[in-house]
C-alpha cells in the first residue's frame, strides 16, 4: 500500500513539475518582445516587426466586453498617436484548433473600429507573451523591448499608456 502512495505522489510531484517548467513566462517591462508575423483576418501575413516604429499590442478573445472598451480606446489612441505608434490586435476565441477568423472578424466589425486584427489561431503567439488574462497588452519601443504591459483594462492602465507613447521612441 505504501509502495502504491508513494507512486501516486510521485507522479502527481512529476506532472506539477513538468507543468510548471512548460508554463510560459509572462513578457513585462524590460524584456525583449517575442517578435511574430501572423495573417489578418483578410488572410495577409503581417510582420510587425519590419516596422522600426514602437507598437503596441492588444490581445483579446471575442468574449471579452472589457476587450471592447479597450479596442474603442486604441481607436482613439490610433487617431491620436499614428505617427508616434501602430497598432495591432491580436484576437482569438475560445475555440481551439480551429479557424477563429470569422469570429475576430465580426467581434472587431460590430465594434465599428479601423483596426483589421491579426488572428492567433493555435494560441502561440499568446503563450509565448504569457498572456493569461484579457486584455492584455503591451507597448514595445523601436528596439523590441517592453516597456509597458497591462493584463486589465482600466482608466488607469490607459492614462498609463498613453505617457508612455508620449515619451517612447
Given amino acids: 500500500m505504501k509502495l502504491f502512495s508513494r507512486t501516486i505522489l510521485f507522479s502527481i510531484f512529476t506532472l506539477l513539475i513538468t507543468a510548471l517548467l512548460s508554463a510560459e513566462t509572462p513578457v513585462t517591462k524590460g524584456k525583449s518582445a517575442p517578435v511574430f508575423n501572423l495573417r489578418n483576418v483578410k488572410g495577409e501575413l503581417i510582420k510587425p516587426f519590419q516596422e522600426p516604429k514602437p507598437l503596441i499590442v492588444s490581445f483579446f478573445f471575442t468574449d471579452c466586453p472589457k476587450c471592447k472598451v479597450e479596442i474603442k480606446e486604441l481607436e482613439t489612441f490610433s487617431q491620436k498617436y499614428d505617427d508616434k505608434v501602430k497598432i495591432y490586435l491580436v484576437g482569438t476565441s475560445f475555440k481551439n484548433d480551429v479557424d477563429v477568423s470569422e469570429d475576430v472578424d465580426s467581434f472587431i466589425k460590430d465594434l465599428n473600429v479601423s483596426f483589421i486584427p491579426l488572428v492567433d489561431k493555435y494560441k502561440d503567439i499568446i ?15 523601436s528596439k523590441g523591448q517592453v516597456v509597458f504591459s497591462s493584463s486589465a483594462y482600466n482608466e488607469k492602465t490607459m492614462r498609463e499608456l498613453e505617457k508612455k507613447i508620449k515619451s517612447v521612441k
Avoid at 132 to 139: C, G, I, N, T, V
Fill in 127 to 141: 503563450k509565448s507573451y504569457g498572456v493569461s488574462a484579457y486584455p492584455s497588452l503591451f507597448l514595445i519601443d
